[in-house]
Structures are given as structure tokens and as C-alpha cells.
């Protein structure tokens, strides 16, 4: 993982690099008045009278919105002149008052200043008050499309399943067919096409011959290399190798489709009708076979296919040829929209023609949201929270059906435009929503390549974290990336997203500050910069560093918590100075933050200060024996708030590190590992307490975890009233093995004991039960029948 972390800096460094020497080198556009002043007029004026085209008005506001650009950066530049001589006028302090007088050279650089400042406030305040103007038309031309694109989708038609829209568009058909096909035998019959066609012989066949090849045998080849990539073992090596092919799946047809358009082209044999067919198969190819792309890489077929992700509970070939066969309708319904350009069909023609292409597309809807709702991505019992990728899915499979009834029915009623989108739109959502899902997966089994054994984390806890944290980071991209062009599928225009994205520029005022998306982004990017290498550099700390020192293992684990603290503070910091944000407006906020920290946060302060003191004194360390209370244990963990303890039950305790501090700890281990036992034992009163003592010091001198020095001792601790009482006491080499060593000399006191035949006695107590005979059951009398 730290190398794909390297690769990840690298690429954002270059990225940012790139990015800010664009922005160094950028000069300000000329700022025409008076053509800008003209064009605000014309553009007044257009609107005024409401006869132009969506065309003319796209182009009108692509001229005002790179006008406005012009606008924008003078406005900022002449600010910065501005600001630049007022500091220079506020420098030379006010003037004198009453008879003291100013020399002459100060008076006159006074009035030159002056006159250059009145003369960038008032360029600065034309400036601004012809952006606003600007703006304020690009608002009104796209409020205009946007309300004729909703008449257009709301607009009520005929119905197309109507018999009269049903002849007309059959009758449109049936003379395209004829127009078309009496227009390419023209063509071919056309002398000078036949030159031309004789002189292109070689380049016609060559690009036909490729374009075959590319489509069918360079494809099936591909799909077997495809297929045999899983003998790779590496399953991040797997997953680069078959997205690589599929990739090459996907073009090779597409390439080939585009040289046999080419060669059409240039044998001349289409003109104006199929000219528009021509130029709309390329689009069309990519919808279907990236309809089958998309399929091999999410549906399995047999238990040996590994595509890059799988939709559990939906295998087999029935799922492919669904989603085949939705992307062979977009592609037809895609070219149904250059012919309708090219012809200038009715309404009722394009409509009756588009419906059978709705109707297959809700229908496909359906079938996935059924295939959605009955998959299990996680399996789960009852009573248990479902997962997000189930959720999700719920969520994916409630929109397909709703967009697979209503798209239809709504087209049927007399709204095909509406129906349409609603459908087709749908499935464009859920192409891009299965593409960043199939990319998901392949940058995750990417991770897995830059692996290596050298640079492992530190803990499994660690490595789950960084995976989760990393695939988190990678969602947002994602999600980041999707939002726009979902936005474009579903109708938003380019202009819209444009001043959606100019408004994120401008950016919002918090605190008296105006933090733009520039700023924000460019303060993510550095504090992400400055958290790899502070991670980075704990990595290596850890693992090539400290090892080679002769630190202990708490040493280590201090250094490299306390270089993690002044790497995120320090990355912090850099990101705050590097981005110019200006936080002196934020005083009262840090005055109202710090009196919250004095109330109720001063207990979460005084851990976290207590757990930098742990860290610096060291009078605890991970993997010590201490007490605190009534818990005893090892410390696993030291962390800002808390120190983690395991107790030798297995039970894991949080104590504050407040506490720690000021209460108080017994280490066991805090100097070394040394520590004592102590073995009371009992013996009667009958045996030699010489003998005994010998043969207690002989055991502890034969344990191998006893030491020499110093030597065990016996004591006679008195008289018990069974036993003289005895205490053997040795120090121990670990002191964690008190427990054992203690059991170790117990069993070895009772079998030398019992071989010298030496009693250890136990209390005996005679119980007498006074009236003993009251609790004995009565007597029966003799039976005296059988005498009589």
C-alpha cells in the first residue's frame, strides 16, 4: 500500500504543479468596452424580440459567457491596482493640518496617487456593473432554453399507437427506403464517383479487410485472452490484466466499425440520406458494444468466469443478453435521431417510430429492477440492518420500475418525449452507474499490486482501515465525477453546469472570509499531500528506522505517534498558509470554541493533554503489566483520549488517560522485566524446619526462571495453629510468568514433600451432635402374630 500511496502523491503533485503554472501563466483577456457594451445591447435586444433559435442562442451566449470571463479577470486585476495604491497612498499618512505644510513633491505624488486611484475605482466599479449585466442576461438565455425544453418534453402529441400515425410513419419509411437505396445506386452509377472509387481501390479494400478483421477475429481472439487471465495469481495483477483486454474488446470493434465507415466514405457510394447514418453508426457502436463491455465485466457466465465485479444472484447468459439487447435499442434509437435530422420527419412519424424502441427499453427496466430486488448482496438474518450495496440496490431497483412503467405509459398517452427520456435516460444512468462500479473494483484489486511484504501495516486493525478509508476516498471521486454527467443525461445543459461551476469558483463568504472551491480543493490537496507523508513517514519509522535502533518496542511506538501528531498539525498549518485563508475574522469563533473547551470540553482536553504526557515521561508503555484500580493487565494501546488495557481474562478496558496521570499506576514492568514470586506453604508441626528450608530453596534454585542473584530466601513466617508457616521468595526472570512459575513450584513442593515425607497439614475438626437420638426416626414394635 505505501507505494501505491507514492504513486497516488506523485500524480496529485504533478496535478497541482500543472495546474498552478497554468494559472501562473495566464493573462488577463483585453477588456473592449465598448464591444462588450454592444454585445450586452444585441443580446438585449434578441431577447426582446424572442424570434431566435435554440442554435442562435447557444452561440449568443457562448459569446457572453466568454465575454463575461474578459469581465471577471480585469475586475480582479484592477482591484489588485487599486488596493495596490491605496496601500501606497495610506503609506504616506494623512495630510498636515492647520499651517503645517507638505512639500511640494509629496503634495504632487498625493495627487497623482489619488488621481490613479479614482481612476481604477471607477474602471473597477465598470467592471463589476458590466459582469452583473452579463450574468444577468446568460441567466435569462438559459432560463428561455430551459423553459422551451420543458414545453417540448411536456408538449401533448398524438398518440403512437394511433392508425393514422401509424400509416403516416410507415409511408415515411417506406419512401426513406426508396430515397435511399435510388440515391446509393445513383451514386454507384455515377462516373465520376467510379474514378474516384478506381483510384481509392487499394485503400477501400485495405480499410475494409481491417475493419472485418477488427471486428470479428481480433475479437474473438481478445475474449479467449480475456478468458485465460484468470491463470494469474496476483489478484490485483488479474484484475489489470482482464480490464486491459476488455478495454481492447471494446475498441477493437469500435476501431473497425470506424475504418468500414471510412471506407464507405470513400468509395463514395451515400450521399446526402446516408451521410447522416453514416456519421451517427460510430455513437451507435459504442452503445451496443459497450453494452456487451459491460456485461462480460458484471455477469458471469460459468463458475470459471472472474469478471471485475459480479451481480450476485443474476448469472448466466439471460443477464447478458438483457443488458445486449438494451444497448442494441439505444443504439437503434440513437440512430433513429440522426435519420429524423437528416429527413425532417413530422412529430408523428419520429413518435410512432420511437415507441417501439420505449416500450423494449421499459421493458428491460423491468427486468432489471426484478433481478436487483431479488439479489443478495450480503447475506444477512433476520432482524439484521441491511447492508449499503443492498440498500442501494433497493434504491436502483425501485427507480427502474418506476422508469419502466410510467416512460412507456407516458409515451402511449401522447407524452413520447417525456416517455423517452424518463427511459432512455434511465438506462444511461445505469450504464455509468455499472461503469464507475466495474472502475471501483479494478482501482481496489489495483491496490493489491503495490503490496509489498517489506512495508506491511502495522496491525490487521490498520490494514482494514487504510482499505476502508482508501475505498472511501475513491467513492467520492467516483461520485464526484458521476454528478455532472448524470446531470447532463437527465437534460441539464453544458451552460448550466457551467455557472453551477462558476458559482463554486466565486465560492461562499464564512466569517468575513470568501472561500472559493479553488481554495478548498487546493487546501484538500495539501493537507492530503502532507497526511501521505506524515503516514509515509511513519511507515518507514516503523519498519526500516526504529528496528535498527536500540530502542524498545514502547520507545518506538511513542515516536512514531508523536511524529503522526506533528505531521497532521504541521500538514494542517501548510495547507492554512498555502491557500491564503484569511482566519483573523475567525477570532470570535476560536474565542467562543476556546470558552467551550474550558466548559465542556475539559475533560476530552485534559485526556488528550495526559495521553502527550504518557507519550513524552513514558511511565507507561505498550505491552507493560500495570494495575490501575482494580484492573490489571497489558497495555495494548496508547491513543490521544485513551490507553487500552487487556486484562489476563481477555477483557479489554478504556481508561482515560486523565486518570492515568493523576491516579495511581502500579508497572510491574517499568525498569525491567524482573519481578518476585511468593510461595506460602504449611507444614506440621512434626517435621524439620531446616529440612523444609532446604528443600524450598532447592526448588526455587532448580526453577529455570528463578535468579542467582539474588538468591531465593525462605522465611518461617510463625505459628499457624495447624502449621508452621512457611514463605519462599525468589525474583523471577519475567515477572509475567509469576502465575506459571508460582503453579511450577507448587506441583514440585507436594511430590518432594511427599518424598521426604514431610506432612502439610489441614485443619480437623470432630463434630459431636448433642440428642442424637431425637433425630432418629421412632421404632417399631415387634410383630407378635405369627406366636399366637
Known amino acids: 500500500m505505501y507505494l501505491a500511496r507514492i504513486f497516488s502523491l506523485c500524480f496529485f503533485v504533478l496535478l497541482f504543479a500543472t495546474s498552478a503554472s497554468f494559472s501562473q501563466t495566464e493573462t488577463t483577456p483585453a477588456f473592449d468596452a465598448e464591444a462588450i457594451t454592444a454585445l450586452a445591447t444585441r443580446a438585449e435586444e434578441v431577447m ?55 512639500s511640494e513633491e509629496a503634495a504632487a505624488r498625493r495627487t497623482e496617487l489619488n488621481k490613479q486611484l479614482t481612476e481604477a475605482r471607477s474602471l473597477q466599479g465598470f467592471a463589476k456593473e458590466s459582469y452583473e449585466r452579463l450574468n444577468a442576461l446568460i441567466g435569462q438565455i438559459d432560463k428561455e432554453l430551459r423553459d422551451r425544453q420543458s414545453k417540448v418534453l411536456l408538449s401533448f402529441e398524438s398518440s403512437p399507437v394511433k392508425p393514422s400515425v401509424l400509416a403516416e410513419a410507415g409511408s415515411s419509411l417506406a419512401e426513406y427506403y426508396r430515397e435511399f ?14 474514378a474516384v472509387r478506381k483510384n481509392n ?35 490485483g495483477a488479474e484484475g489489470l490484466f482482464r480490464f486491459v483486454i476488455s478495454l481492447l474488446v471494446l475498441t477493437s470493434p469500435l476501431v473497425g466499425l470506424e475504418l468500414i465507415v471510412r471506407a464507405i466514405i470513400l468509395a ?100 432489471i429492477a426484478y433481478r436487483l430486488w431479488t439479489t443478495d448482496f450480503v447475506k444477512t438474518t433476520d432482524g439484521e440492518k441491511r447492508s449499503l450495496a443492498e440498500r442501494l440496490s433497493r434504491w436502483i431497483s425501485y427507480a427502474c420500475a418506476i422508469g419502466g412503467v410510467f416512460g412507456p405509459l407516458v409515451a402511449l398517452i401522447g407524452y413520447s418525449r417525456l416517455g423517452s427520456l424518463i427511459v432512455f435516460a434511465s438506462l444511461q444512468s445505469l450504464a455509468l452507474i455499472a461503469t464507475l462500479l466495474v472502475v471501483f473494483r479494478l482501482l481496489v484489486q ?87 507523508l506524515t503516514r509515509l513517514v511513519q511507515g518507514g519509522l516503523r519498519s526500516v528506522v526504529l528496528p535498527n535502533t536500540r530502542l524498545d518496542k514502547g520507545a518506538q511506538n511513542a515516536l512514531v505517534t508523536g511524529a503522526g501528531y506533528v505531521g497532521i498539525f504541521l500538514a494542517v498549518l501548510i495547507a492554512v498558509v498555502s491557500t491564503g485563508l484569511d482566519l483573523t475574522s475567525l477570532t470570535i469563533v476560536a474565542g467562543a470554541l476556546s470558552v467551550g473547551i474550558g466548559f465542556g470540553l475539559q475533560t476530552i482536553v485534559s485526556n488528550f493533554v495526559s495521553g502527550i504526557i504518557l507519550l ?35 477483557a479489554t478496558v478504556i481508561v482515560p488517560n486523565a486518570d492515568l496521570i493523576a491516579g495511581t499506576v502500579v508497572n510491574w514492568t517499568l ?26 530453596l532447592r526448588i526455587a534454585r532448580d526453577h529455570d526462571q528463578t535468579l542467582s542473584n539474588p538468591e531465593p530466601v525462605v522465611m518461617f513466617m510463625g505459628f499457624g495453629a495447624d502449621s508452621m508457616d512457611f514463605e519462599l521468595r525468589a525474583i523471577l526472570r519475567d515477572v509475567n510468568l509469576v502465575a506459571a512459575t508460582r503453579s511450577d513450584m507448587n506441583f514440585e513442593i507436594v511430590r518432594v514433600f511427599r518424598e521426604n ?24 414394635p415387634a410383630n407378635d402374630g405369627a406366636a399366637e
Open 48 to 102: 426582446r424580440e424572442g424570434q431566435a433559435s435554440d442554435a442562435a442562442l447557444q452561440e449568443l451566449r457562448s459569446q457572453l459567457t466568454k465575454k463575461r470571463t474578459e469581465v471577471l479577470n480585469a475586475e480582479s486585476a484592477r482591484k489588485q491596482n487599486a488596493d495596490t495604491l491605496q496601500t501606497q497612498v495610506d503609506a504616506l499618512g494623512p495630510p498636515p493640518e492647520g499651517e503645517a505644510s507638505e
Open 181 to 194: 437505396t435510388s440515391e446509393v445506386v445513383a451514386a454507384w452509377k455515377n462516373e465520376t464517383n467510379r
Open 201 to 235: 481501390l487499394p485503400a477501400i479494400v485495405l480499410l475494409l479487410v481491417l475493419g472485418l478483421v477488427f471486428i470479428f477475429p481480433a475479437r474473438i481472439w481478445l475474449v479467449k485472452i480475456w478468458d485465460r487471465g484468470r491463470a494469474h495469481r496476483n489478484p
Open 268 to 367: 463514395q457510394v451515400v450521399t446526402f440520406r446516408g451521410l447522416f447514418l453514416l456519421q451517427a453508426l460510430p455513437v451507435a457502436g459504442i452503445a451496443f458494444f459497450g453494452a456487451v463491455w459491460l456485461s462480460r465485466n458484471l455477469l458471469p457466465v460459468t463458475a470459471e468466469d472472474r469478471p471485475l465485479t459480479v451481480m450476485e444472484g443474476w448469472s448466466g447468459r439471460t443477464g447478458r443478453r438483457t443488458v445486449t439487447l438494451l444497448g442494441l435499442v439505444f443504439a437503434f434509437k440513437l440512430l433513429l435521431d440522426a435519420v429524423t435530422e437528416g429527413q425532417n420527419w413530422s412529430e408523428n412519424v419520429y413518435i410512432a417510430l420511437l415507441f417501439p424502441l420505449t416500450v423494449m427499453g421499459g421493458a428491460g427496466l423491468l427486468r
Open 446 to 532: 489495483l491496490s493489491g499490486i503495490f503490496e509489498t511484504r517489506a512495508q506491511k501495516p502495522h496491525k490487521k486493525e490498520d490494514e482494514s482501515n487504510t482499505g476502508f478509508l482508501y475505498q472511501l476516498a475513491l467513492a467520492f471521486v467516483l461520485a464526484c465525477v458521476a454528478m455532472p454527467v448524470l446531470a447532463l443525461i437527465w437534460g441539464v445543459s453544458p451552460g448550466e453546469l457551467g455557472e453551477l461551476w462558476l458559482a463554486l469558483r466565486e465560492g461562499i463568504s464564512f466569517g468575513g472570509t470568501r472561500i472559493s472551491i479553488s481554495e478548498f480543493l487546493a487546501f484538500v490537496l495539501i493537507f492530503f499531500l502532507g497526511y501521505t
Open 616 to 650: 513524552i515521561e513514558r511511565p507507561i508503555k505498550e505491552g507493560d503489566w500495570i494495575e490501575v484500580g482494580q484492573y490489571s493487565g497489558l497495555v495494548q494501546k496508547i491513543s490521544v483520549r485513551s490507553t487500552t488495557i487487556e486484562t489476563f481474562d481477555r
Open 671 to 696: 525498569q525491567s522485566l524482573n519481578g518476585r514470586v511468593k510461595v506460602p506453604v504449611g507444614v506440621s508441626y512434626d517435621s524439620d524446619p531446616q529440612k523444609v528450608s532446604d528443600l524450598l
Open 757 to 780: 515425607n514431610i506432612e502439610i497439614p489441614f485443619a480437623q475438626r470432630d463434630v459431636t451432635i448433642k440428642n442424637a437420638k431425637d433425630f432418629l426416626p421412632p421404632q417399631k
